[in-house]
T-cell receptor
Framework: QKEVEQNSGPLSVPEGAIASLNCTYS??????FFWYRQYSGKSPELIMSIYSNGDKEDGRFTAQLNKASQYVSLLIRDSQPSDSATYLC??????????FGPGTSLSVIP | GAGVSQSPSNKVTEKGKDVELRCDPI?????LYWYRQSLGQGLEFLIY????????KSGLPSDRFSAERTGGSVSTLTIQRTQQEDSAVYLC???????????FGPGTRLTVT
């Protein structure tokens, strides 16, 4: 079992729709969770961090964390073509190492 | 403030040569990670340094790869006797002390001919 798993995609959504990206992790003691966005040919950039169960909203982005289910998600409302990128989930494990998932490719169709 | 810098941005080398890749992290960040990313693939963890602790080298693909971090700051990734399969983008990430957020450098694109 991989430590951090994501659907590889590609995920395609029409412009204006909600994109839902999912991530599961295996270390139940994990405490911190991150979403990174990586445009083609660029480095990953941090877009959201979440530490507590529930939702955290930042503009069009909402991160959701459910530690009991070991599940974290990212919702992108009113998706724009500029949101087309690969989204990486990362988890700080109980042994203080940050592990990245394989990423989900998102394509927003105009 | 200044972000993470990496040098060189591009490196073309002949098979069998040694290369050194440099990473300058953000001042005050205690942890530094190296990743490799082949075209169209995800991040492959190589090694990370956390403060004064022994580095976690569990991701290094072979003994041709090594890394050091001097003075808790600048890090150098060395690849000896490069092979064509070493061709990739090598990314360095600097991590905050408190929240473990990583900030990536622009990467070094290594091409082994």
């Amino acid at each position: 079992q991989k430590e951090v798993e994501q659907n590889s995609g590609p995920l395609s959504v029409p412009e204006g729709a909600i994109a839902s990206l999912n991530c599961t992790y295996s270390d139940r003691g994990s405490q911190s969770f991150f979403w990174y966005r990586q445009y083609s040919g660029k480095s990953p950039e941090l877009i959201m961090s979440i530490y507590s169960n529930g939702d955290k909203e930042d503009g069009r982005f909402t991160a959701q964390l459910n530690k009991a289910s070991q599940y974290v998600s990212l919702l992108i409302r009113d998706s724009q073509p500029s949101d087309s990128a690969t989204y990486l989930c990362a988890v700080k494990t109980s042994y203080d190492k940050v592990i990245f998932g394989p990423g989900t490719s998102l394509s927003v169709i105009p | 403030g200044a972000g993470v810098s990496q040098s060189p941005s591009n490196k073309v080398t002949e098979k069998g040569k040694d290369v050194e890749l440099r990473c300058d992290p953000i001042s005050g960040h205690t942890a530094l990670y190296w990743y490799r990313q082949s075209l169209g693939q995800g991040l492959e963890f190589l090694i990370y340094f956390q403060g004064n602790s022994a580095p976690d080298k569990s991701g290094l693909p072979s003994d041709r790869f090594s890394a050091e971090r001097t003075g808790g700051s600048v890090s150098t990734l060395t690849i000896q006797r490069t092979q064509q399969e070493d061709s990739a983008v090598y990314l360095c990430a600097s991590q905050t002390r408190r929240h473990y957020e990583q900030y990536f450098g622009p990467g070094t694109r290594l091409t082994v001919t």
